[in-house]
């Protein structure tokens, strides 16, 4: 997956944008991720139901996973079955 590339999940309105991608398959609600959105969407997986907030960057702990997502939605974001977690902010440098 190309970084900039668009991703829809199949059981929920989520949308992300990739940042930073490694080898693995990026799903959400426990489905894979496609280009395009799916005529009917599917049921979410028991597990994978936390949702995902807009604006919010998502990473795996190695680091090799960035989803910046661009469409709220009900499934959880993963890499083989691993959930990402949302990236913290760095904080700002003191100004003494």
């Known amino acids: 997956m190309k970084p900039g590339s668009?991703?829809?999940?199949q059981v929920c309105d989520t949308e992300v944008m990739v940042i930073r991608s490694g080898e693995g398959q990026i799903e959400c609600g426990g489905a894979a991720m496609q280009t395009d959105k799916p005529a009917t969407l599917g049921s979410l997986a028991e597990g994978f139901a936390s949702g995902t907030l807009m604006g919010k960057r998502y990473v795996d702990a190695a680091g090799s996973f960035?989803?910046?997502?661009?469409?709220p939605g009900k499934g959880s974001l993963a890499v083989d079955g691993a959930i990402l977690t949302v990236k913290d902010a760095k904080p700002l440098p003191a100004s003494d």
């Open 66 to 71: 960035e989803l910046l997502c661009v469409k």
């Open 6 to 9: 668009k991703l829809k999940s």
